[in-house]
């Protein structure tokens, strides 16, 4: 591709009291610096030598005596942008803004990437000749060539005809000259890539084979300076690296991954995208309806989805809140079908669905817990026809199955919202009055319902997409901070496998009012003994080391001090020794 107009974006807005680009005796106060470290004074829109700004040019400036809209020195936000497309003086490498100084100056500029422009390679070109001048077949592709992807090319020439293909796709056929040589005398080494002094390509070429022959290319290259064997790709070694459902993006000296069909950001997928909500944020996402599923509409919304009528769907996020009851999510339909996820007053989460415009919707109660005290909770939810799998944080998922009176379709999908539902309709009563008010307060994260990630879409407007924000809405790493309280034990785990019938881990009257389960009072009533025990010992220990001893007499035998050993100074003469050690020997102990 042909670099015709390298482009530089330069957009400067500024606040409070603005700077000015110029003094008042015409000196610049603010410039870049291009190629071969030059100043230059003028500004997107205005060409070289011109000190003035894309206002300027077209004499809309805010204030008419100057050039630049920063130049006016007013207290409001005032902005100048346009594009340098001069190539000569590209790219910019530095800024230098002045008069920033003053009380209250404010600035803030955005040099947006070089873009190169020029026609795409498209055309592959096929060329001999046989003695009666150059024959050329020429093929081209609708999409550009040099889109890192792999394309089959097929040249052949006999004495009857000669073709080029390309892709299997493309095809130009031309009949042999009805003069010259049968066949081609050819006399120097053959060249692969360049030849010549031409321009050399520059990619991977695999697969190379005259007259049925296989050329070994990779022996060759490891010989050959400025060419390296294998054409593996970057991706089949370092794919793995796009984490979250991110897709591998070929690039000729290395790779990229691509994070626009998941709820994450960053190189390789894995930064969390969260926003937090104040009571009374939310946010919409509609999706196309039949009537607006047209050209039109999808060329405005490339993200939106077109099938309304879901056989399934996948539905993660994550949340953390003390606020209860609350709505997290809820989709609508056209119909009388909903999926909503909601916090019940003390904390637990139920999850609704209601397919086919059944009486009562189908209720996942998940009451092992209060989840909302303020530690991050995952929440996945896929359901295909009438199976449902949800998992919660780090416990097993569990498998539910809808009723028999459900439909396999949920019908008609209209809007998806994160935080509060917005609109009239068939919705839930039991919806808008227990959990729709005041709404939803603390933080949601890489919300993703199949490829549509509603959160994202609206904190990163990078393309245009249907999706609406009322409130204030400040994204956040929220949802990125780790679950602090430690995993249950398989013994007391109320999701392990073996416990995953519909009246063990969700039923409600396990539920003490007030929020504390069974389980925690069991857990109290031990910690209890535990602590009565160690104060028993404590006093022990104490009674033990503070023991105080009272006199102690002895009354030694007659003649202690004559005898010839020790048993015979304590015998002596006296018939009462038994006697006389016992009562004489006293303790007192406290």
């Not at 009857?160 to 031309?174: P, T």
């Not at 319902?449 to 959160?455: A, D, R, T």
């Amino acid at each position: 591709m042909h670099s015709h107009m390298p482009l530089y974006n330069i957009i400067v807005p500024f606040a409070t009291i603005i700077y000015t680009f110029l003094a008042q005796d015409g000196t610049p106060y603010t410039w870049w610096v291009g190629k071969g470290n030059e100043k230059h004074f003028y500004w997107g829109g205005s060409g070289p030598g011109i000190q003035k700004c894309a206002c300027g040019i077209e004499r809309n400036c805010t204030d008419p005596k100057y050039y630049c809209n920063c130049d006016a020195d007013q207290k409001q936000w005032r902005k100048d942008s346009g594009l340098l497309t001069y190539k000569d003086h590209l790219p910019v490498s530095q800024l230098v803004v002045g008069d920033a100084n003053r009380p209250g100056s404010e600035a803030k500029l955005d040099v947006r990437p070089l873009r190169c422009q020029g026609d795409p390679p498209t055309e592959v070109s096929f060329s001999f000749d046989v003695g009666n001048g150059p024959v050329e077949l020429l093929v081209r592709s609708s999409t550009p060539l040099n889109d890192d992807q792999w394309h089959r090319v097929m040249a052949e020439r006999n004495v009857k005809q000669a073709s080029l293909q390309l892709d299997q796709l493309y095809k130009e056929v031309r009949q042999a000259p009805p003069q010259g040589h049968t066949r081609l005398e050819l006399y120097s080494q053959l060249y692969v890539g360049a030849a010549g002094g031409q321009k050399g390509f520059l990619g991977c070429i695999r697969s190379l084979k005259m007259n049925g022959v296989t050329l070994d290319l990779e022996e060759r290259a490891k010989v050959t300076p400025g060419v390296k064997p294998g054409c593996s790709g970057h991706c089949t070694s370092y794919g793995m690296y796009c984490r979250n459902g991110g897709k591998c993006i070929e690039k000729y000296n290395g790779y990229s991954c691509d994070c626009s069909k998941t709820a994450y950001d960053g190189p390789f997928c894995t930064k969390d995208v969260g926003g937090f909500f104040e009571t009374g944020t939310w946010i919409r996402y509609n999706f196309l309806t039949q009537a607006a599923a047209s050209k039109d509409s999808l060329q405005s919304f490339p993200q939106a989805s077109t099938n309304l009528n879901l056989t399934r769907e996948d539905l993660a996020f994550s949340f953390s809140t003390t606020s209860t009851p609350s709505l997290l999510l809820y989709i609508s339909s056209y119909v009388q079908d909903y999926l909503a996820v909601v916090l019940h007053q003390n904390g637990t989460l139920q999850i609704r669905y209601n397919l086919g415009g059944t009486k009562e919707p189908f209720k996942i109660d998940v009451d092992h817990r209060n989840m909302a005290n303020g530690q991050p909770h995952s929440v996945n939810i896929s359901r295909h026809e009438k199976n449902i799998q949800l998992q919660l944080d780090h416990y097993p998922s569990v498998s539910y199955t809808l009723p028999e009176s459900s439909d396999v379709h949920f019908n008609s999908i209209k809007t998806l919202f994160l935080g509060r539902v917005h609109e009239t309709g068939e919705i839930d009563p039991v919806i808008i009055q227990k959990y729709n008010t005041p709404g939803f307060s603390g933080c949601l994260s890489r919300v993703q319902f199949n490829q549509i990630s509603p959160l994202k879409a609206a904190l990163r407007p990078r393309i245009p997409s249907p999706v609406g924000v009322q409130g204030q809405l400040v994204e956040s790493n929220c949802g990125a901070s780790p679950l602090t309280i430690p995993p249950m034990s398989a013994a007391t785990d109320p999701w392990r496998l073996d416990s995953a019938s519909a009246d063990s881990p969700f039923n409600e009257e396990r539920v003490i009012p007030g929020g504390v389960n069974r389980n925690s009072a069991i857990i109290g009533g031990v910690i209890a003994v535990v602590i009565f025990t160690i104060l028993c010992t404590l006093v022990f220990l104490i009674r033990y080391m503070f023991r105080h001893k009272g006199t102690y007499h002895t009354n030694e035998a007659k003649g202690a001090e004559s005898a010839d050993t020790a048993d015979a100074a304590i015998m002596g003469n006296d018939p009462n020794f038994t006697e006389t050690i016992d009562e004489s020997k006293k303790e007192w102990f406290i």
